[in-house]
Structures are given as structure tokens and as C-alpha cells.
């Protein structure tokens, strides 16, 4: 069964650094590009960065960049967002997904999600 | 970056209705956008790429269709498990902006 599941949400206070992780199974990770999307509690959903099979290539959203680190680690499975300088409005559940280029760049396989919640 | 703006942004709808919605590119996106339906405390789940194309085990009661910055999702005869949230997303440039939802509802 093709799966992903994010780990490593939790509180953190503003100014905080956190790390998540989304592991996959069921599919060959190496071959596919992979996303991160957030939703803030009762928001809609924000695209937030996406890697590359090689791990070299990243397209990150503005309000991120300086601050998230999108990586991989193909040997592992699995995928990582280094999240630094955490802000209050970071607070949101986060989402890995699978990418398939020629479905016009599809998030096909989503995972559960993991809660960040920041706050003093 | 380009914006998505759907339309409506709820909406109140019966089983067995036909129900539209619609999602507006900022600016010209090919044919480059994608929808996905999300449950309450769910990921969401992808239906359509492609402006048009259905996603694998998506029910036929779904399509999509537009090209440029206007584009369509369309429920024929709702079902009651239809009853969600429903955004748009272009991929067309980095950032791949998602629309701020639709919620269909009872």
C-alpha cells in the first residue's frame, strides 16, 4: 500500500525550530518528486515547497524562504522540512505529498498530516 | 505569484443535486490546474488533473473542465459522502498556489 506519514509536530515557542519528517512505503520514493503543504486551523490549504528525485531542486513559497529547509533522503525514504525562526502564524498541520509530473504535477498520495503549534 | 479564487465560497446543496464550482486564475495557467476534496480532520485526496482528467478510482459523477484562467469542477447527482471541502490549485508556476475552498454542504 503506497503510504506516507508525517512525524515530529508539537508545541513550540515563537522563535523555535522544529523538524518533520515523512516517511514513505509501498512505492520507490527515489523516482518521484515531494511536497510539504500546511493548513492553518480552519484556513484552506498552502502550498509550501517542493524537491526534486535528486534532492537539488526546490521551489519554496515566499513566506517561507530564509526559514524552511526542504530535504530528502532517498536511501531512508523519507523527506524532511527544517522549520527555524517559527512564527506564531506557522501554526498549522502539515502535509507531505507525492508528486507525479505527468498527471500535470498531481499531489496524488497525501500523508495524515502533523500538528506544529507555536506559542509562548 | 498567481492567485486562485474560488467561487462560491460555500454553498448549500441537496443529494441528487447538480452542483458548479468555479476557481479563477490571476493570470493564464494552460490547462494547469488540479482539484482535491477534503473531509473534515482528513488529508485531502485528489480528483481531477489536468483541468479535466479524473484522478484513478475518482467516481464518474466528477469532472472538470476550463482552460486559461477559468475553469469548472462539476458534481452531477451529489452524494451524501460528496459533502466536503474543494479546492483548485494551478501548477502552472512555482508557487502552485491553491485556491481558499469551497465547502459543500448540507
Known amino acids: 500500500e503506497v503510504q506516507l506519514v508525517e512525524s515530529g509536530g508539537g508545541l513550540v515557542q515563537p522563535g523555535g525550530s522544529l523538524s518533520l519528517s515523512c516517511t514513505a512505503t509501498?512505492?520507490?520514493?527515489?523516482?518521484?518528486?515531494m511536497a510539504w503543504v500546511r493548513q492553518a486551523p480552519g484556513k484552506g490549504l498552502e502550498y509550501l515547497d517542493i524537491?526534486?528525485?535528486?534532492?537539488?531542486?526546490?521551489r519554496s513559497v515566499a513566506s517561507v524562504q530564509g526559514r524552511f529547509t526542504i530535504f530528502r533522503d532517498n536511501a531512508g525514504s523519507s523527506l524532511h522540512l527544517q522549520m527555524d525562526t517559527l512564527r506564531t502564524e506557522d501554526t498549522a498541520v502539515y502535509y507531505c505529498?507525492?508528486?507525479?509530473?505527468?498527471?500535470?504535477?498531481?499531489?496524488?498520495?497525501w500523508g495524515q498530516g502533523t500538528l506544529v503549534t507555536v506559542s509562548a | 505569484d498567481i492567485q486562485m479564487t474560488q467561487s462560491p465560497s460555500s454553498l448549500l446543496a441537496s443529494v441528487g443535486d447538480r452542483v458548479t464550482i468555479s476557481c479563477r486564475a490571476s493570470?493564464?495557467?494552460?490547462?494547469?490546474v488540479n482539484w482535491f476534496q477534503q473531509k473534515p480532520g482528513k488529508a485531502p485526496e485528489a480528483l481531477i488533473f489536468?483541468?479535466?482528467t479524473l484522478h484513478s478510482g475518482v467516481p464518474a459523477r466528477f469532472s472538470g473542465s476550463g482552460y486559461g484562467t477559468d475553469f469548472t469542477l462539476t458534481i452531477v447527482s451529489l452524494q451524501p459522502e460528496d459533502f466536503a471541502h474543494y479546492y483548485c490549485?494551478?501548477?502552472?508556476?512555482?508557487?502552485?498556489?491553491f485556491g481558499q475552498g469551497t465547502k459543500v454542504e448540507v
Open positions: 489536468g483541468a479535466s
Open positions: 509501498g512505492f520507490t520514493f527515489s523516482r518521484y518528486w
Open positions: 524537491k526534486d528525485q535528486d534532492d537539488s531542486k526546490r
Open positions: 493570470r493564464h495557467v494552460s490547462s494547469s
Open positions: 505529498a507525492r508528486v507525479v509530473l505527468e498527471k500535470e504535477w498531481l499531489f496524488d498520495v
Open positions: 490549485q494551478h501548477t502552472y508556476s512555482t508557487p502552485w498556489t
